[in-house]
């Protein structure tokens, strides 16, 4: 069965960091484009971040120098190391499968997401 | 805000058609593929339509997807109490070199 389940989200203070990390079951993750997509009640989906199947890695300019991406491929499982949290990094954090592999930026497989809130 | 404009809400009675905006830029929607995904009441999103106007292997065909210039719609015909959900439009944008989404519309079925 095709799966992704993100874990690590929590309750953390401004200034403080946070891995997610998403399992993925059913596919390799080394050979997918892997993103991480944010939603949040005011501002709804945004774009995270991506790793290419060749390590490329890019990422949305709200969190570029903050977050890192990156993947164990031996555990198939997906990262976003995420420092420097602000109030508005407060979403829920998902990662999804582009099956598309950036031809399309089609996201069709999603896990059920993780929560992270930052505040004081 | 988000980079594509979608209406905030739409509704419809059982067995009607409805349709769903998403208005965008020469930068997104006026160069690139566009795609729509539902998200269901505490749900993750599901990939609705890729590529414009094409279905994934199991999403009925009620469902359909056309571009035109900058602006995209969702048309979901013969309405099922099931369609009620947030439908959000996605594409790349070649300004913020990123995929970019609309800020969802939630459809209620009355």
């Known amino acids: 069965e095709v799966l992704l389940e993100e874990s690590g989200g929590g309750l953390v203070r401004p200034g403080e960091s946070l891995r997610l990390s998403c399992a993925v079951s059913?596919?390799?993750?080394?050979?997918?484009?892997m993103n991480w997509v944010r939603q949040t009640p005011g501002k709804g989906l945004e774009w995270v971040s991506v790793?290419?199947?060749?390590?490329?890695?890019y990422y949305a300019d709200s969190v570029k120098g903050r977050f890192t991406i990156s993947r164990d491929n031996s555990k198939n499982t997906l990262y976003l190391q995420m420092n420097s949290l602000r109030a508005d990094d407060t979403a829920v954090y998902y990662c999804?499968?582009?099956?598309?592999?950036?031809?399309?930026?089609?996201?069709?497989?999603w896990g059920q997401g993780t929560v992270v809130t930052v505040s004081s | 805000q988000s980079v594509l404009t979608q209406p905030p809400s739409a509704s419809g009675t059982p067995g009607q058609r409805v349709t769903i905006s998403c208005s965008g830029s020469?930068?997104?929607?006026?160069?690139?593929?566009v795609n729509w995904y539902q998200q269901l009441p505490g749900s993750a999103p599901k990939l609705l339509i890729y590529?414009?106007?094409q279905r994934p292997s199991g999403v009925p065909d009620r469902f359909s997807g056309s571009k035109s210039g900058t602006s995209a719609s969702l048309a979901i015909s013969g309405l099922q109490s099931d369609d009620e959900a947030n439908y959000y439009c996605?594409?790349?944008?070649?300004?913020?070199?990123?995929?970019?989404f609309g800020g969802g519309t939630k459809l209620t079925v009355l």
């Open positions: 999804a499968r582009d099956f598309s592999k950036g031809v399309l930026n089609a996201f069709d497989i």
């Open positions: 059913g596919f390799t993750v080394s050979s997918n484009f």
């Open positions: 790793i290419y199947t060749d390590g490329s890695t």
């Open positions: 020469s930068s997104n929607i006026g160069h690139n593929i």
């Open positions: 590529t414009t106007n």
């Open positions: 996605a594409t790349w944008d070649d300004s913020l070199n990123g995929p970019v």
